[in-house]
């Protein structure tokens, strides 16, 4: 028995073997393919590399531009209405690389102090990217200054000093304008006298600040060269209310044929009534500028505006972004335009919209660097820039202009343009 089931397991056991050897090998297969997904890089952190230095916005912080116009005093209605245009400017645009944007304004006085100060507390605030800004001439020179120092930019809507663009004089790296500059004024308002009135002799009144300076300046060459003679070119001070003297003076140099005294709305009111009432000027043609264009210079002249002329931007301005742009100045602040440079506000803020968008350096998470040397670049690059004003090109000290003027005169109130 023991020896049979031994030789029983010893058959099993072969059989198994047997069995084990019949079977086929199964056939090798390859791996699955399997895509292989590199381990995602760490971004590199943002690194300013700008010659002047970066301004950056959070996800969740504004873009901060500031604005320094004459909001305040007799001259208020200048500042107000290009301060209007940067407002409008930020409501039609909404957000700017992502970004909302808020505005600082600030007073310039239309003075050298009031630019000063204005451009003094800008500058001490490091999240203020740039300036619209100043209204005034006098309160640019040395805003512009303080700006350039300390590596910002500024974008004027109505400075036209001759001054403010020549290296030789009062520019500065990071000033640029979209107001005409007043060479081309001065040009315009001599070309008038001159050709359309036929009249051959003048005299200019200014008062010191470098835009009424440059502008009497600019149309006193300009007249000469066409041969006319000047016959006066003398100057008043801010806040006197007497001008009887001057133009006492100056009726005795003559007369003149015209007298153009491009000041501001006080003194301007003031010598266009009281020029009435000095012997010797009783057949002179008076003519201010655009510092003395708005409701409140209109009203305060009163009917002293009969036969007087006023030399500006021409604000003749058609198609429907401007369409657009009145209504909403209507709608927003309840009035009609109130002054000249609305429109080269608008202009300018977008200009530096634009920049923004071309310079900025957007995170994914929306954290946006501007580079302050960057911005200047891109400005002073503008080319074809389809504005309100017209097709804005800058040139290497700022002019930026799309330079055209008109004459008005006011009827019923109401400036109207006469010529072109």
């Not at 700008?50 to 005093?73: H, K, M, N, Q, W």
């Not at 401007?322 to 209507?330: S, V, W």
């Amino acid at each position: 028995m023991k020896r049979t089931f031994a030789m029983l397991s010893v058959l099993m056991v072969a059989a198994m073997i047997l069995s084990a050897c019949g079977q086929a090998t199964p056939e090798a297969t390859e791996p699955p393919d399997v895509e292989v997904t590199e381990a995602p890089e760490t971004p590199e952190p943002f690194e300013c590399d700008d010659d002047i230095g970066c301004v950056t916005y959070a996800p969740d912080e504004p873009i901060r531009i500031a604005s320094a116009l004459v909001i305040t005093g007799p001259d208020s209605q200048l500042g107000l209405d290009s301060q209007y245009g940067v407002e409008i400017a930020i409501d039609f645009r909404g957000q700017v690389a992502g970004h909302d944007v808020e505005l600082q304004a600030e007073d310039d006085g239309c003075s050298a102090e009031g630019g000063q100060a204005a451009g003094q507390k800008i500058v001490s605030d490091p999240t203020i990217i740039g300036v619209v800004g100043t209204s005034c001439s006098g309160a640019g020179v040395p805003m512009s200054r303080v700006i350039s120092e300390a590596g910002y930019f500024m974008v004027s809507p109505s400075n036209t000093s001759p001054v403010l663009t020549d290296p030789d004089n009062a520019w500065n790296p990071g000033y640029l304008r979209t107001a005409h500059n007043d060479k081309v004024q001065g040009a315009a308002i001599a070309d008038y006298a001159f050709n359309v009135l036929g009249l051959t002799t003048a005299a200019a009144i200014h008062d010191g600040d470098p835009y009424t300076e440059g502008l009497t300046n600019a149309f006193r060459e300009s007249f000469q060269a066409l041969g006319g003679t000047i016959v006066a070119y003398t100057a008043v001070n801010k806040g006197d209310t007497d001008m009887r003297p001057v133009l006492t003076d100056v009726a005795a140099a003559g007369p003149p044929g015209f007298l153009y005294y491009p000041v501001f709305t006080a003194e301007c009111a003031l010598l266009s009534k009281q020029a009435l009432e000095v012997a010797g000027l009783e057949d002179t043609v008076r003519s201010a500028a655009d510092g003395c264009i708005s409701d409140a210079a209109a009203l305060a002249i009163g009917d002293a505006s009969a036969g007087m002329y006023w030399s500006g931007p021409d604000i003749a301005f058609a198609g429907q972004l401007y369409e657009d742009f009145r209504a909403a100045y209507l709608d927003k602040y309840g009035t009609e335009t109130l002054s000249v440079f609305h429109a080269h506000a608008f202009d300018a803020t977008n200009m530096i919209f634009d920049c923004i968008e071309s310079v900025g350096v957007l995170e994914d998470d929306g954290t946006l660097h501007i580079g302050r040397d960057a911005m200047r670049a891109c400005l002073y690059a503008t080319t074809g820039f389809d504005g309100i004003t017209g097709t804005l090109t800058c040139d290497a000290v700022g002019d930026c202009a799309d330079p055209k003027i008109s004459i008005s005169e006011i009827q019923d109130g109401d400036y109207v343009k006469i010529w072109p």
